[in-house]
Structure formats: C-alpha cells, structure tokens
C-alpha cells in the first residue's frame, strides 16, 4: 500500500479548511436547539405602565361671614304690658343666624350712643340697634288698663365697624303688614315658634320682619321662614 504524503506546502491549507469546518458545525448546532415540542415560551416580562398621580379634587373656599352683633333699648313701660319684651332681641337674632352669611352674636342691654361706641370699638363688626318703644301718641297701656300694642314699634339701626356710622335704618309698627307673614289684624302663628300667643305674637312677627329687612339692607338673601 502506497501512503499518501503531504506536502509540507500544503498544510497551512488543511488547518484553514479544519477551522471553517469546525465553525460551521457550531453554528448548526446552535441554530437547531428549539424549546422541547409542547412546552410554552418563556412569558415576556409584565411591562409596567406608570400611571398618572390622582387628581386632587378643587375645594370650595369657605365664603367669609359678616360679623353682626345685636343690642337692644327696651322702653320701661312695655315691661308693664308685655312680660319679657327684650324676646325681641333674641327672635331677631335667631332669624339672622338663620342666614349662612351672618355671624351673629348678642349683647347686654344699650342705648343709641352706646351702640355706636361698640361699632367704632370693632374693625369688622357691624352693630344692630334694636328700639322697643311705644307711641308718645298712644300709649301702651290703655285707659282700661289694657296692653294696646298697635302703636308699638321696633326700629333698628346698623351701625358701621370703625366708623359708627349709620348705614341703614328704619321703623315698624305692630299694626302694619308685614312682606312676610300677615301680621296687622291676622295673627297667623309661624308653625316653628310653637307656643307663642297674644301680644308675643305680634312682636314675634315684628322680629322676623325687621329681620328680614336687616338682611335685605346687607344684600343677604333672607332664607324661608320655618324652611
């Protein structure tokens, strides 16, 4: 047998031919790997979406109140007619607090120079003046020893903060009409003040409207009665 003989010219030729051939079984084997039939691939991974922080809900800013604080001159004849006259006061007050706008306070008995001294004492309270009077011309008390509070009125005075000056006023009689509840003759009782008769039925009807007038002059909107 004849063996073959390589030149030795030859053999940088065969180890580049051995190389390639190697290279190209690697890359054979890798391309034929696959996932075993019937098992899954891999799940991708769970992409996370960045979500946009809550929107915070706008708050209604509170709406500031107007402070008032309510006196109140009762004429000493009406204590002879009426026994708690100064009720007048407080059913005044109790209708204003009815108002969201208002802040309403009370205070001790005062007379018109006094009022004003406690509204120039104030840098934002307006000072209500409340008079419980009757008529010179016809008195309370009646020759037959009767109350007669026809011509009784309650006049009222707003008094400016700092100033004292007044911003409004007016007077009402018993004996007139009042814009919300008939009051003259027609003694109709507001189903929310339960117990009030006679004569307290009268001033109660003069408070709730002298209150409404209160509010009207400081462009507040006066609430139902009894709502």
Do not use: H
């Not at 915070?56 to 402070?67: D, E, G, K, L, V």
């Not at 007050?93 to 120079?113: F, H, I, K, T, Y």
């Not at 007044?166 to 004996?175: P, R």
């Not at 408070?207 to 709502?227: D, F, H, K, W, Y």
């Amino acid at each position: 047998m004849r063996r073959m003989r390589v030149k030795s010219s030859s053999l940088p030729a065969v180890a580049f031919l051995l190389v390639f051939l190697m290279a190209q079984g690697a890359v054979e084997a890798q391309s034929g790997r696959r996932n075993p039939k019937g098992s899954p691939s891999p799940p991708a991974p769970p992409t996370q979406t960045e979500q946009a922080p809550p929107t915070p809900q706008a708050r209604i800013p509170a709406q500031p109140q107007i402070p008032l604080l309510v006196l109140i001159d009762v004429s000493q004849n009406l204590y002879f007619a009426i026994p708690l006259p100064e009720r007048v006061q407080t059913w005044v007050a109790n209708r204003l607090r009815e108002s969201s706008a208002l802040s309403v306070m009370e205070g001790d008995g005062a007379n018109r120079s006094e009022a004003i001294k406690r509204a120039k004492a104030s840098k934002e309270t307006f000072v209500i003046f409340l008079q419980l009077e009757e008529s010179a011309a016809s008195p309370v008390i009646s020759r037959q020893g009767r109350p007669n509070l026809d011509d009784v009125r309650i006049g009222y005075t707003i008094f400016a903060p700092v100033t004292g000056k007044a911003q409004s006023s007016g007077v009402f009689y018993m004996n007139q009409e009042s814009s919300i509840i008939g009051i003259g003759r027609g003694r109709t009782l507001p189903v929310c003040y339960p117990g009030v008769r006679g004569n307290d039925l009268l001033l109660l009807k003069g408070s709730l409207e002298v209150a409404s007038r209160i509010m009207s002059a400081l462009n507040v909107t006066a609430p139902p009665v009894c709502q």
